[in-house]
Antibody, heavy 120, light 110 residues
Framework: EVQLVESGGGLVQPGGSLRLSCAAS????????IHWVRQAPGKGLVWVSR????????TYADSVKGRFTISRDNAKNTVYLRMNSLRAEDTAVYYC?????????????WGQGTLVTVSS | QSVLTQPPSASGTPGQRVTISCSGS????????VYWYQQLPGTAPKLLIY???QRPSGVPDRFSGSKSGTSASLAISGLRSEDEADYYC???????????FGGGTKLTVL
C-alpha cells in the first residue's frame, strides 16, 4: 500500500527551527517529485516547496524562500523540509504529496499532515 | 488573496448538479493545466481532476472538469451528502514560478 507519513511537527518559538520528515512506504520515492503543501488552521491550501527525483531541482514559494530547505534521502525513502527562522504565520498543518502519473501537479498521494505551531 | 479565484461557498440538494468556478490569468490557467482537489473535514486533500478534465482511477464520473481560456470549472452531478467538502483548484503559475491554489469552495449539500 502506498503511504506517505509526515513527522517532526510541534511547538516552536518564533525564530526557531524544525525539520519535517516525509517517509514513503509501498513505493520507491526515488522516482517521484515530492511537494510540501501547508494549511493554516481554518484556511486554504498553500504550496510550499517541491523537489525532483534526484534532488537536482528544488523550488520554493516566495514566503519561505531563504528560510526553508527541501532535501531528500532516497536510500531512506524520505524527504525532508528544514524550516528556519520560523514565524507565527508559518503555523499550519504541513502535508507532503507525491506527483504520480497525473500531470506535473497532480498530487495522487498525500500524507496525513503534521502540525507546526509557532508561538512563544 | 489567492491567485486563483473561487467562490467561497456553493450548495445544492441531493441529486442536483453543481458547478464550482476557478478564475485565473494567462500566466496560470491560461497556459497550464488545472487540477481539482477535494478535502473532506479533518482529512488530507484528494485529487479529483488532473490535466483539466481527466479523472484518476476510482473517482466517480459524477465529477468532471473543464477549462476555457483563463477559467476552469468543476461540475458535480447527482449530488450526494458525502460530497460535502472543500474543493480547491490548483495549477502552475509561470510568472510566479510557483504552484498556486484557489482559496477553496465549501460545498454544502442541503
Amino acid at each position: 500500500e502506498v503511504q506517505l507519513v509526515e513527522s517532526g511537527g510541534g511547538l516552536v518559538q518564533p525564530g526557531g527551527s524544525l525539520r519535517l520528515s516525509c517517509a514513503a512506504s509501498g513505493f520507491s520515492l526515488s522516482s517521484y517529485w515530492i511537494h510540501w503543501v501547508r494549511q493554516a488552521p481554518g484556511k486554504g491550501l498553500v504550496w510550499v516547496s517541491r523537489i525532483n527525483s534526484d534532488e537536482s531541482r528544488t523550488t520554493y514559494a516566495d514566503s519561505v524562500k531563504g528560510r526553508f530547505t527541501i532535501s531528500r534521502d532516497n536510500a531512506k525513502n524520505t524527504v525532508y523540509l528544514r524550516m528556519n527562522s520560523l514565524r507565527a504565520e508559518d503555523t499550519a498543518v504541513y502535508y507532503c504529496a507525491r506527483v504520480g502519473g497525473t500531470g506535473n501537479f497532480g498530487f495522487d498521494y498525500w500524507g496525513q499532515g503534521t502540525l507546526v505551531t509557532v508561538s512563544s | 488573496q489567492s491567485v486563483l479565484t473561487q467562490p467561497p461557498s456553493a450548495s445544492g440538494t441531493p441529486g442536483q448538479r453543481v458547478t464550482i468556478s476557478c478564475s485565473g490569468s494567462s500566466s496560470n490557467i491560461g497556459s497550464n493545466s488545472v487540477y481539482w482537489y477535494q478535502q473532506l473535514p479533518g482529512t488530507a486533500p484528494k485529487l479529483l481532476i488532473y490535466r483539466n478534465d481527466q479523472r484518476p482511477s476510482g473517482v466517480p464520473d459524477r465529477f468532471s472538469g473543464s477549462k476555457s481560456g483563463t477559467s476552469a470549472s468543476l461540475a458535480i452531478s447527482g449530488l450526494r451528502s458525502e460530497d460535502e467538502a472543500d474543493y480547491y483548484c490548483a495549477g502552475w503559475d509561470g510568472s510566479l514560478s510557483s504552484v498556486v491554489f484557489g482559496g477553496g469552495t465549501k460545498l454544502t449539500v442541503l
